[in-house]
């Protein structure tokens, strides 16, 4: 927090107050501006501190209300000044502060504390194009959150969205370092096409939710979330899932900053998943196989079992607890930044490093050669310079980039993980110690089982390591012209921008030799051991290269903007140019490899009328590749009205109630072009494989090589109309600020959009198409309200204390779908939410087999006894997907809040934010959980051959249908080996709330006293410890619920962090 | 630069960066976006030139089922040849009741329709084609007409009465147009004949070269075709079903003729003699093993053996009219999972399987030694088959010298050797090629080096199918297993014969004709004639002497000589016998015992169940709901 009080303020901090700062006693004057001939009235002395609530303030000024008397707070925040007479109302303001007006009514000491502008009535707003606009002026609906909460322990910065911004639906579904992206929606999805993510723009270069990740926050200026038609319209078809514009920040004049700040972190799970121990894995096993087939062969003999829970020899009884012995408890990991400000007449710089050292979580075993632990270091620096090229003449260039190194196991932290969580843990040991027959192998001896073919998740994470780089380079150059000499309030500005990003890996490994257990004597522990793969192992290093990307970006930008008051008229206009080209060398396909463009001219006009009345008008008019040519350019207007009540005549004797009252309306058509599937690129062309394999016949009568030739698929069919979704959106809003320390904002919208791209249901099998056809038929509507209220207070001149709290309500539903003819009303969508889910009713288990073949045929797959049962809904005598009805919330949370405080007694200060979601549903994925199962999704190519069982988790364990126990409501039905499709249907059995409200951030400081700082040089002194994901409150007890279905995926972290902030002046 | 005045400066710079503006936003905005080349891939390209036609035309061949692929041919695990471990999936879920109309087991709806309209996209387009030899291009049409014929008949045989698709409707037709009806049983086949009688004419007799044409499409394999397609019309599931009169249309048309009609046999018949003389004419004949250079000399009983082995199993061989060439990488893999650890030294690897498993009822639906059916042989122990006995020195070729076996496996017919794999059973070739030493045998009792116990790898029933085990195929150490690849037959002549026989008897009845045609596959097989062997040995010796019991017998000749070959599956679908043979208990041997006393007692597997529903594959029901006028099978 502190790091960005010293932003704050230094950066915006008037130069003159500097430079005397250091001759001038804390408890003097610095500034006295007097403008000469103010006619000299009675006069009272008001003196008093600003702060905000971090500390106090230097450089607010301080002015009395309709007159021109000014002064600057010294370094300590205080003032002291001459009012003209009791009534006087002095105005506090401070750039990236919210002015105050407070009436002195006599007083002569004033305590102030002045509110971040982000946070509440904002002085300036980033608007699309980089405009800035006064949030008092703004029309459209926009967001924007403050540095300090982007500042959390993790260093994803997606993390942080989750309640902390009215307007935004945000969950994170994984742990993983690398892939714990948030998933973040601009006010829902009101698509059902495959883009449904807001468009991200950094410094106005388009980039991905990875490139935002790795932001430092330190680095950022603002953050700016565009909601509405007004503010989203000048992106035309690009803008329709909302915008996040983040800008970075830009040297100030003045003498070099230095700040700092180091972070050491300590990470673990929120929630450690508990498991049956060994014989229960091993006789429920047994049962799993037995239950479903009596004469089934087991993989564990009495014998073992007996042997196992009896705790004998290790080697012939084995019992891994992988996670263990591969997986720490916890990681360290550090994180550093460091910039420098600064700058002079001509140049202003703002260059920043940081350092993060990401620290794998996996045990390092001596017996190996190598260090295979993951070891993730992350560089970023980037270097903002201004250049003032004339008087009028503006010239910014900014460098950036990202670089990853990565040395670790081959298949990843993640892998790892998985790999644990799919191992068998009784059936061989991690490895074998070298006996006397073996005494000369040089290699470690891994256990394995049947054909060798089981994980080892142990052979896995030692037999090599991978090595990656990963990088993004970032290079703009930024031309600003004031045009005052043409007409005064013209400016032009255009920016070039060019990044380019290349990944690429190498693995080296040798193939593990695995043993197995030939033979034992169980009375006196003497066994033998085989090779299982003598051929294929390797005691030497082996090589693979793996994948490499690079891909190149470029875009062009132009603008014109026009700004100026005439007495109490206020116009602005602006109009952009803009072209985006972005390649991509590991495209895969030829359609894929030609350049993706953009194109555009978008403008703004705005007027307002005495601070009252305002009116606003967008367009965008845009361009996509992607369409034919005569779908090719879209027009996207938007208007918008504010009406500042607050600011009427009539409003004077309330002001000091209500001293805002804001309404807003807007309403535009803006569009989405990334429609269909990011593969289908030239939707009016048709895409044909004139060469492939999968559709090739072979002939000959095997003598020699047998001739073979590829043939021809159609993968898409050519429609020249298909265009662009468009969103046509509402947005109503209320501002209401109250006794200058509430303020409330709540807005309400609704959006139609048509032209939804979707594949028609109408097309029967027989005509043959080899893929599905298309066409813009599809419609969707939506409707929500954000709302966000802070409440800030001084209790006493040494605390002070602000609380805030946001709401976002999203819902959506099909308005226009294409399905097939459904006999069942209730399975059509239509009038159905977009993330509804389908699926069967789940009664109870059966009782038994008996019971199973005398209810409706279930056609998943064998059933019987301890089975699902599912209700047949339409009675036809089977359960068929005519059965599956609407069940449970939607998967895409429909609420999603967030409240914290903040407060601070003399030099401490803590803080505590909590988030939560609600409205939605999640199911237990069946069939990655359970147990035994040899369970691997696609991607999953590591796990590509193996044998794999799933572990067991204790609470299936301890709840299951069972022959013994027929528990018809029991947790899992009845176990099985292998997934069984039956209970693996989507149904309400599984089904779960997803709700929960989690202590997401709580954090603790302490500043160095102000005195004892000026003999470190430092204008910032912090420590602090900060804790995420400390508590969850939830229903769901198995594994942390923000998860989701999979609970044996990586788990979410709690972090503790250290940190120290350090600014030298 | 100094001379300028501030101002004037400052208008330069304001005018240049303004003309820059502008300028930039005039570059023409349609090029910049026109980023697709001319030449990107659509499908008009596919017939600009010979070369790109030809792989047209190996596209439609690409929808060609995969016979002999068990994850691709329903008709090897989906019915009660083969047995199988319980967690197999696949087609075998259809053998253990699990075909449903949700998601049905190996729909081919999708496929064959696609393959369909690449057909007709190939005759819509292959005129087109400048530089393509008029002759070659007529070969072409032809071998499409045949295929768009197989495709129509496989969804027929699956599904019975179809959408047929003469011609494609354009992708944007309309609503109304796109939701086809079922056509009639009758419409179906008839379509199925009209299309190959006019494919025959411009097919060649043989293939001209043989290295890099076998497979396509000849003028017998179109007649054994047409033949097999009216067999099929014929035959009772298509001919006369009264069990299907409720199958109507939406608009009431009958879908199943319920007349039924001798003069569908009698065309059948003729169909299939016009197919045999065509056959007859490019040199094919019944394979009989006669290798140029032979090592060892080696007995009447192996040769026999290897007549029947290598009439399948041999590649190309001098009766093979049409065998699929897609699937040669599947069928190898085939004889892994057939095969079984015969070698006593190698008994650690994990690359043979041996996990297809025949029942019992398979094993006890081959004749006997004297060519009758064990139940029907008058010098057979018919009851007694469970009993234990010991193999004599003159039955070494078939049972291992002084073992223990079931009475069941004693004076069977060279085929019942020849097919399967049994404890006991001597297992020839593999390695060991000289019959006048000790050969390869099972045994299969529990944890024996064939029996049941070993993880992953075992027999089911105790049977194994020897037939798809090529006799040259040698397992080495650790996962070595050299095999011979063979090309699985769709048709061969022994079946073509059959199919003649029946036709014929269901014709005219019993006559010389059909006689003669199943005495020629029983002679390969080492049996004497149908008329001889039941009058020396049958209970009931006139038999062959009724249409009805020569229907029988035809019917059994056709089981046991085609068995694993696809063809059962079919058969007992087409000839209303499913119903009857499917529905019995799976039986097996008693795997879990080591003696032989205890082995050798007969317990229930599975009780496979076969309805009404089941003679005809579920439509999905995704694909009603997308096209109401099409109506689902009975029962489904």
Redesign the interface.
């Known amino acids: 927090m502190i790091v960005f009080v010293f932003f704050s303020v230094t950066n915006y901090c008037i130069p003159i107050a500097k430079a005397n700062a250091k001759n001038i006693p804390t408890n003097f004057l610095t500034t006295y501006q007097q403008v000469p001939n103010t006619k000299a009235l009675k006069k009272l002395e008001v003196r008093g501190t600003v702060r905000d609530t971090v500390g106090v303030l230097p450089g607010v000024t301080v002015r009395v209300k309709g007159s021109s008397m000014a002064i600057s707070t010294d370094l300590n925040g205080k003032f002291l000044l001459d009012v003209p007479d009791e009534n006087a109302v002095l105005v506090f303001s401070l750039v990236g502060y919210v002015s105050q007006e407070i009436p002195i009514k006599g007083k002569d000491v004033i305590e102030v504390i002045l509110k971040e502008s982000s946070s509440g009535l904002d002085e300036v707003v980033v608007t699309a194009f980089g405009g800035l606009q006064k949030k008092t002026d703004m029309v459209g609906s926009v967001t924007s959150i403050s540095v300090k909460d982007l500042k959390i322990p993790s260093s994803n910065l997606t993390n942080a969205l989750a309640g902390r911004a009215s307007g935004v639906i945000a969950y994170q579904r994984s742990g993983e370092p690398g892939q714990d992206n948030a998933d973040f929606f601009v006010r829902g999805v009101t698509t059902f096409g495959y883009k449904t993510s807001p468009l991200i723009l950094i410094d106005g270069m388009e980039l991905t939710t990875t490139d935002l990740a790795r932001l430092q926050p330190d680095d950022i200026s603002s953050f700016s979330i565009l909601k509405d038609a007004t503010s989203t319209a000048v992106y035309g078809a690009r803008g329709a899932n909302g915008v996040i514009l983040v800008t970075t920040k830009q040297g100030k004049v003045g003498k070099a900053k230095l700040a700092f700040r180091l972070e050491n972190s300590l990470s673990q799970a929120t929630q450690d998943l508990e498991f049956a121990d060994p014989v229960t894995y091993m006789n429920l096993f047994n049962e799993a196989i037995l239950t479903?087939?009596p004469?089934?062969?087991t993989?564990y003999s009495d014998d073992k079992i007996a042997g196992t829970a009896a705790g004998k020899n290790s080697i012939i009884y084995p019992v891994n607890d992988w996670k263990k012995m591969i997986i720490k408890d916890y990681t360290m990991n550090q994180r550093a930044n460091l910039n420098v400000s600064g700058g002079g007449g001509v140049a202003k710089y703002f260059i920043s490093g940081s350092f993060n050292q990401d620290n794998g979580m996996l045990n390092v075993d001596k017996r190996n050669n190598f260090n295979n632990n993951i070891d993730l270091k992350s560089y970023t620096l980037r270097s903002n310079v201004t250049i003032d090229l004339?008087k009028?003449?503006e010239m910014i260039v900014r460098l950036s980039g990202n670089f990853d190194d990565y040395t670790g196991p081959i298949d990843g932290g993640t892998a790892t993980y998985r790999s644990v969580m799919r191992a068998n843990p009784t059936l061989f040991p991690a490895y074998y110690p070298i006996d006397a027959q073996h005494a000369f192998v040089q290699h470690i001896m891994y256990g394995n089982f049947?054909?060798g073919n089981y994980l080892n998740p142990y052979a896995d994470l030692t037999k090599g390591y991978k090595d990656y780089s990963r990088s993004l380079m970032l290079a703009q150059l930024e031309?600003k012209?004031d045009?005052s000499?043409?007409t005064k309030g013209l400016s032009?500005r255009?920016m070039v921008n060019t990044n380019r990003s290349s990944y690429f890996d190498v693995n080296r490994f040798y193939n593990p030799y695995y043993y197995t257990l030939a033979g034992y004597d169980p009375l006196t522990s003497a066994y033998q051991i085989v090779n299982l793969n003598?051929?294929t192992a390797t005691e030497y290093l082996g090589y693979t290269e793996g994948s490499k990307l690079i891909t190149s970006t470029f875009y062009?930008e132009?603008m014109?903007n026009y700004n100026r008051t005439f007495k109490k008229h206020g116009f602005s206009g602006l109009l952009v140019?803009m072209?985006r080209h972005n390649v991509s060398a590991n495209a895969g396909n030829?359609?894929l490899s030609?350049?993706f463009?953009n194109?555009g001219?978008s403008g703004r006009a705005t007027y307002a009328y005495d601070n009252r009345y305002f009116l606003e008008y967008n367009f965008g008019y845009n361009?996509?590749?992607r369409f034919s040519?005569k779908n090719?350019?879209g027009f996207f207007p938007a208007v918008g009205v504010a009406w500042s009540i607050s600011n009427e005549k009539f409003f004077e004797d309330l002001k000091p109630i209500v001293n805002n009252l804001r309404l807003r309306a807007t309403y535009g058509i803006i569009g989405n072009e990334a429609i269909g599937r990011p593969e289908d690129r030239?939707l009016y062309?048709?895409?044909?494989?004139?060469?492939?394999p999968?559709?090739?016949?072979?002939?000959?009568?095997?003598?020699?090589a047998?001739?073979t030739?590829?043939?021809?698929?159609?993968s898409r069919?050519?429609n020249p109309d298909i265009t662009w979704e468009k969103a046509y959106k509402k947005n109503i809003a209320l501002e209401l600020g109250l006794f200058n320390k509430l303020n409330i904002q709540a807005e309400y919208y609704t959006e139609t959009r048509k032209n939804i791209f979707m594949n028609r249901?109408?097309?029967?099998?027989?005509?043959?198409?080899?893929s599905a056809?298309s066409a813009n038929i599809g419609e969707a509507t939506g409707s929500g309200a954000d709302i966000s209220i802070d409440y800030q207070q001084s209790l006493s001149g040494n605390m002070w204390f602000s609380a805030r709290g946001n709401f976002t309500y999203a819902t959506n539903k099909y308005k226009v779908f294409e399905e097939?003819?459904?006999r069942e009303a209730y399975r059509s969508r239509v009038g159905q939410g977009i993330y509804q889910t389908y699926g069967y009713i789940a009664e109870r288990l059966f009782i038994d087999d008996a019971e199973a073949a005398n209810s409706p045929?279930q056609?998943?797959?064998?059933y019987g006894g301890g089975d699902i049962k599912y209700t047949d809904v339409n009675r036809d005598g089977?359960i068929?997907?005519?059965d599956k009805v609407p069940i449970g919330n939607p998967t895409l949370p429909q609420i999603v809040y967030g409240f914290g405080f903040s407060m601070g007694f003399k030099s401490f200060d803590l803080s505590a934010f909590f988030q939560g979601l609600a409205n939605e549903s999640f199911w237990i994925d069946p069939s990655a959980t359970s147990p035994f199962a040899s369970y691997r999704t696609d991607g999953e190519s590591s796990l590509a051959g193996k044998v794999l069982n799933n572990q067991l988790l204790k609470a299936y364990a301890d709840s299951h249908w069972s022959e013994d126990s027929r528990d018809i409501y029991a947790l899992w039905p009845r176990l099985s080996s292998?997934v069984n499709q039956n209970n693996a249907q989507t149904s309400t059995w599984f089904m779960r709330d997803g709700s929960f409200l989690r202590l997401k951030t709580v954090e603790f400081g302490y500043t160095l006293p102000k005195s004892f700082q000026k003999k470190l040089s430092t204008s910032t002194f912090r420590i602090y410890a900060n804790a995420l994901n400390l508590v969850n409150i939830s229903k769901f007890k198995l594994w942390d619920v923000e998860m989701g279905g999979n609970g044996l995926g990586y788990p979410l972290q709690r972090v503790f962090n250290l940190g120290l902030n350090i600014t030298f002046n | 630069m100094v001379n300028f005045n501030k101002i004037q400066m400052k208008k330069y710079l304001t005018v240049t960066v303004f003309a820059i503006f502008i300028a930039s936003a005039l570059i023409s905005c349609k090029k910049y976006l026109d980023v697709v080349p001319d030449n990107v891939a659509t499908i008009d390209y596919a017939f600009n030139m010979r070369s790109q036609a030809q792989k047209f035309l190996f596209t439609c061949y690409s929808y060609l089922p995969g016979d002999g692929d068990i994850t691709d041919d329903p008709a090897m695990l989906g019915g009660d040849e083969i047995w199988e471990m319980p967690n197999k999936g696949g087609y075998f879920n259809i053998a253990r009741g699990l075909q449903n109309k949700v998601n049905p087991l190996g729909d081919r709806w999708v496929d064959l329709y696609r393959g369909l309209r690449d057909c007709n996209i190939f005759l819509e387009n292959i005129n087109r084609v400048p530089d393509i030899d008029p002759a070659e291009k007529l070969r072409w049409i032809a071998e499409v007409k045949f295929l768009k014929a197989y495709y129509h008949f496989y969804l027929i045989r699956m599904y019975g009465p179809i959408p047929l698709i003469k011609v494609n409707l354009p992708i944007d037709a309309g609503v109304g147009e796109v939701k086809v009806v079922r056509n009639t049983v009758d419409e179906c086949f008839a379509y199925v004949n009209e299309l190959l009688n006019e494919c025959v004419k411009d097919l060649p007799l043989t293939v001209t070269d043989p290295a890099s044409e076998s497979g396509r499409i000849t003028q017998p394999i179109a007649l054994a075709l047409k033949a097999k397609a009216l067999v099929t019309a014929a035959s009772p599931l298509f001919n006369g079903n009264t069990d299907q009169a409720p199958l109507r249309n939406p608009d009431g048309t009958q879908l199943f003729n319920q007349t039924f009609s001798t003069l569908k046999w009698d065309s059948a018949a003729v169909a299939c003699k016009k197919a045999i003389d065509v056959c007859h004419q490019v040199g094919m004949k019944l394979y009989y093993y006669n290798p140029s250079f032979s090592q060892f000399n080696l007995t009447a009983t192996i040769k026999t053996q290897l007549n029947i082995r290598n009439s399948f199993a041999e590649k190309w061989n001098s009766e093979m009219i049409w065998a699929n060439t897609q699937t040669i990488a599947a069928t190898t893999n085939l004889q892994r999972l057939a095969a079984t650890w015969w070698d006593p030294a190698l008994l650690d690897g994990t690359i043979v399987r041996g996990e297809l498993s025949p029942p019992l009822k398979i094993a006890e639906m081959f004749y006997t030694k004297n060519g009758v059916p064990i139940t029907e042989d008058k010098t057979y122990n018919y009851t007694g088959r469970y009993t234990l006995r010991k193999a004599v020195d003159s039955e070494k070729l078939l049972i291992k010298k002084d073992y223990i076996t079931a009475t069941l496996h004693f004076d069977r017919e060279p085929r019942f050797y020849a097919d399967l794999g049994f404890d006991g059973g001597i297992w020839y070739g593999q390695g060991k090629y000289d019959d006048s030493q000790d050969l390869y045998y099972l045994q299969a009792k529990f944890k024996e080096r064939n029996g049941y116990g070993k993880l992953g790898y075992n027999t089911e029933t105790g049977y194994y199918v020897k037939k798809y085990v090529h006799f040259q195929n040698v397992i080495g150490t650790a996962q070595n297993y050299s095999s011979t690849s063979y090309t699985w037959p769709i048709i061969r002549l022994a079946d073509l014969y059959l199919l003649y026989a029946e036709a014929l008897n269901e014709s005219s009845g019993p006559g010389t004709e059909v006689y003669d045609y199943i005495d020629l596959v029983r002679l390969r097989a080492g049996l004497g004639g149908v008329q001889a062997s039941w009058a020396n040995y049958a209970t009931n010796p006139v038999k062959p002497n009724s249409k009805e019991g020569m229907r029988d017998i035809i019917h059994q000749e056709r089981l046991i000589e085609l068995v694993f070959e696809s063809q059962r599956f079919w058969d007992l679908r087409r000839w209303k016998e499913a119903g009857d043979k499917v529905n019995t208990p799976v039986l097996t041997w008693d795997l879990m015992q080591t003696a032989a006393a205890d082995y050798y007692r007969p317990v229930v597997l599975f009780n496979q169940t076969f309805g009404f529903k089941d003679y005809f594959w579920p439509i999905r029901d995704g694909n009603i709901e997308a096209n109401r006028n099409l109506v689902q099978n009975l029962g489904w």
């Open positions: 479903r087939n004469l089934g062969a993989l004339t009028s003449t049947g054909d031309l012209q045009l000499a043409l032009f255009t003598e051929n062009l132009s014109l140019y072209m030829l359609q030609l350049p463009r194109l001219i361009g996509s590749e040519e090719r350019f030239f062309l048709s895409n044909v494989s004139l060469n492939d999968s559709k090739s016949a072979t002939f000959g009568n095997g003598l020699g047998m001739y030739v590829n043939g021809v698929t159609v069919y050519a249901a109408s097309v029967p099998v027989t005509m043959g198409l080899s056809v097939p003819q459904y045929r056609n998943f797959g064998e089977q068929t997907e005519a292998q």
